[in-house]
């Protein structure tokens, strides 16, 4: 904070930068903390004989947001694993990531950083069927890549790290950059894996399907049962809640401390200003004591006895007010005549 009691940049910058990220976390807790409760309030659906019938008598042959659980079948063609033997899928997921070493020229450290260089998911149409293979209804999967948590299991991993020679390295510390080599995986959701779904559950023309809700509610398809999918989603929202409060504590902090330093900058003026005009009351009197005229007192003249020049700086307040014997003169502790403060050493003031 300057002289003038306003807050500095860097204060200001705190403030604002604390205040937006509390903002932006808070609405990310707002968001999870509902997501959670639609989920408490979703309707927990089971696949047999008898869920059509419940679609055919609910309002509009679908349920807004409904849960349910069930097996991954294929419902025509699979999907084969490029890398593993007897692995079929229905969701495939290959990804390129290069990996490398990049120079940071604040920390003088080398980072680590990946880039995904190449993606592409593959797909076929499925379903999740009963627990009971003798039960052969399925529920259709729509739309599987739009879910908010795609749980998939990563069937091939493989790092191929990059070839180095003298000349490489040497042009590696020169741009800074140093490659790791590609990191190669693939992913898969599984014919045969437990899956749970939460979304829209609709009757259509006889076929039962499970879709992105259309009310703005969070659609998942995850290989986490129920209650491990609602304490996974609670853990997410504490953590959220704990930093809104913890970037909400330091807005509210560095508020508090300029207001404070402002409001003791008032006041610390005020003194001051009360100080000074008793000060020239003080020395008024004393004009009219020693029987002078106030004009033919010199601008420079010491405060106290007001006949010889001022010659001492009182530090720390700064204040040039009065002679050297008159500073001797005064009583211990020694304080400035004009704002009473501690004198903690005194400059010579030379006047030429």
């Known amino acids: 904070?300057?002289?003038?009691?306003?807050?500095?940049?860097?204060?200001?910058?705190?403030?604002?930068?604390?205040?937006?990220?509390?903002?932006?976390?808070?609405?990310?807790?707002?968001?999870?903390?509902?997501?959670?409760?639609?989920?408490?309030?979703?309707?927990?659906?089971?696949?047999?004989?008898?869920?059509?019938n419940i679609l055919s008598e609910t309002p509009g042959r679908c349920v807004p947001y409904a849960v349910?659980?069930?097996?991954?079948?294929?419902?025509?063609?699979?999907?084969?694993s490029q890398?593993?033997?007897n692995c079929k899928g229905v969701i495939e997921r290959?990804?390129?990531?290069?990996?490398?070493?990049?120079?940071?020229?604040?920390?003088?450290?080398?980072?680590?950083?990946?880039?995904?260089?190449?993606?592409?998911?593959n797909t076929v149409p499925f379903g999740l069927g009963s627990h009971d293979e003798g039960f052969a209804d399925t529920v259709r999967i729509i739309r599987p890549l739009d879910a908010a948590e795609l749980d998939l299991e990563t069937t091939y991993e493989n790092f191929h790290p990059t070839v180095q020679s003298l000349s490489n390295v040497i042009g590696h510390f020169i741009s800074g950059e140093r490659p790791k080599g590609i990191h190669e995986?693939?992913?898969?959701?599984?014919?045969?894996?437990?899956?749970?779904?939460v979304g829209e559950l609709v009757l259509d023309n006889n076929l039962i399907k499970l879709q992105p809700p259309k009310q703005g509610f969070c659609y998942f398809l995850t290989r986490l049962d129920y209650e491990s999918l609602l304490r996974s989603q609670g853990?997410?929202?504490?953590?959220?809640?704990?930093?809104?409060?913890?970037?909400?504590?330091?807005?509210?902090?560095?508020?508090?401390?300029?207001?404070?330093?402002?409001?003791?900058?008032?006041?610390?003026?005020?003194?001051?200003?009360s100080m000074l005009e008793e000060f020239k009351e003080?020395?008024?009197?004393?004009?009219?004591?020693?029987?002078?005229?106030?004009?033919?007192?010199?601008?420079?003249?010491c405060t106290v006895c007001l006949s010889r020049e001022r010659s001492c700086v009182f530090l720390e307040c700064g204040h040039v007010c009065a002679c050297t014997q008159c500073y001797e003169a005064l009583p211990e502790p020694k304080k400035c005549p004009i704002c009473r403060s501690a004198i903690d050493r005194v400059v010579s003031l030379y006047n030429s």
């Not at 401390?257 to 900058?265: A, D, N, S, V």
Request: charged share 25%.
């Open 1 to 52: 904070m300057d002289s003038s009691g306003k807050p500095s940049t860097a204060q200001v910058v705190v403030l604002a930068t604390s205040s937006a990220l509390t903002a932006i976390i808070y609405s990310i807790y707002r968001s999870r903390a509902t997501t959670v409760a639609r989920l408490k309030e979703a309707k927990k659906v089971s696949i047999d004989q008898d869920l059509k």
């Open 68 to 80: 349910i659980e069930g097996v991954v079948r294929s419902v025509k063609e699979t999907l084969n």
């Open 83 to 85: 890398f593993v033997d």
């Open 94 to 121: 290959l990804t390129l990531k290069e990996e490398k070493m990049v120079w940071n020229r604040t920390t003088h450290l080398w980072n680590s950083t990946e880039k995904v260089i190449h993606q592409r998911t």
């Open 185 to 197: 995986t693939e992913e898969m959701l599984r014919v045969g894996d437990s899956v749970t779904g």
């Open 235 to 273: 853990n997410s929202v504490r953590l959220w809640r704990i930093l809104t409060v913890m970037f909400g504590v330091a807005a509210c902090s560095m508020l508090l401390f300029i207001l404070w330093k402002r409001y003791t900058h008032h006041r610390q003026s005020k003194k001051e200003r």
């Open 282 to 301: 003080q020395q008024r009197k004393r004009i009219r004591e020693l029987n002078v005229e106030e004009s033919s007192v010199s601008p420079t003249s």
